[in-house]
């Protein structure tokens, strides 16, 4: 990977060198469609230059490449946004290079080694912090920000896509987060008559629950206050670091924890796991939460899931698709005395090659992608919460968002929240966590042998880091 990464440098200076800039393109909207809002004047006029005609026409016949992954309803809304482009500028050819989400990341990283990548990417959010540094490899959007207007994010939101050395590298698609959607009918079973709001009734609750629960090492027919994924436990953990410390789990390049919160991190799993509050490992058969039958008759009080799929997973409710009366939202609870968390990360984002021989075209069409209300329309929902000013207000006026996707897109702003650092969702970082929560669930280790762990090979890693 060192190699790579130092070949990745090497290769993007020497081919964004010799980049040519295009004339830049007048920033008037896109035409075909109605812009909800105007893309912001960087001329000091007051008003949106005006070509009297399509300024991407400027520039001749050009074909824009753009790469993402995604399953079939995604490829037909994105088929659909390129088409539509195209029908209002003939001129430009929109090719799309696209594949399931497995092996992606390996796909993209050979691209961007051999300088074959799109002009325009879809990327997940520690990309633009890992690949190639990030600066090496993706254009600064701010040198194009007179094209794609960078107001239409807040400055938080622009924050994650920005590198070590201030470059935008990206724009945001959305704000994504883990929160508890609760079963209100298996609650009112229980003779519960409301929710756990702390960490302590969470465990209390659970326990009565699970009074009546099998052996811990395969599911049968228990019962769960939260069905949690293995797959998720890491989110949960970071989750447990944030109520205890206030701090995300890495802050700058060092650890926001101690000894002592691992420790306690990891007894709590213990608790939770022998407890039946959620399942263990062994338990878990890896069946999709939405299809999984825990989920489907009504054992699990609660799912833990984005807020992006809330709607996959509300198909699968017992009551039939979920509202806001029967399905209830909530953040993973602190203990007494403190809020509850949901940490948050960028959905998804998409930034423009250092290599493109297209830097403006590119941005125009990024632009008209979040600003122009057909293009919004025809994407819909299928890439999660948008976040740019103008496809919020669409997606929500056209209906595009309802129900408790709203409800958590809400409060996604309201609640105590903290950024999850790149460095969490770096798979050098991610793959020893994994191993480690493996070992303590099936019993081979202790918290204290957990947390000692968890330190000494995170800290590798970021000692790795600061030798490259």
Known sequence: MKKLTLF?????????????????????????????????????????VDTGGHPILDAGNITLSFSWWGNDARADAM????????????????VSNTGPWDGWQQAILVNLSAGTEADILQVNYPWVHNFGQGSNVF????????????????EEMLNFMRTA?????????????HFLMYNRAAINELGLDRFPETLEEFIEFGRELAADNVALDFAGENRYLAFIAAEVLDNILHNIIFNATGNTFFVGNELGFTFEDAVNAYELFVTMW??????????????????????????????????STFFVVEDGY?????????????VWPGPAGTPGVVLQRPTMGHAISANTQHPEAAAY????????????????????????NTASIVAEREGLISGNTLVGAEMLQNVRSGPIHHFFEDENFRQPRHIIMEQLALGIITATEAAQLLLDSQNEQLANIANN
């Open 318 to 330: 017992e009551g039939g698709p979920g509202t806001v009366d029967d399905l209830y939202v909530a």
């Open 274 to 307: 022998e407890y039946n509050l959620i399942p263990t490992i062994q338990q878990d058969e890896g069946i999709p939460i939405q299809h999984n039958p825990a989920w489907l008759d009504g054992r699990a009080l609660s799912a833990f899931i984005w807020v």
């Open 139 to 154: 254009l600064d959007l701010d040198t194009v920000s007179h094209i794609l207007d960078l107001s239409e994010w807040s």
């Open 165 to 177: 050395d201030g470059q935008l590298s990206a724009v945001p698609h959305g704000m994504n987060g």
């Open 365 to 388: 069409f990024l632009n008209w992608f979040y600003t122009n209300e057909d293009a919004i329309s025809a994407i819909g929902s299928v890439l999660g919460l948008p976040g740019a």
């Open 79 to 94: 088929e659909a946004s390129f088409r539509l482009f195209e029908s209002y500028y003939p001129n430009v050819t929109i």
């Open 8 to 48: 990745l440098i090497a290769t993007m200076l020497f081919l964004a060198a010799c980049t040519t800039a295009d004339t830049p393109i007048a920033t008037t909207p896109a035409g075909g469609g109605t812009t909800a809002t105007a893309p912001a004047d960087t001329a000091g006029t007051g008003d949106v």
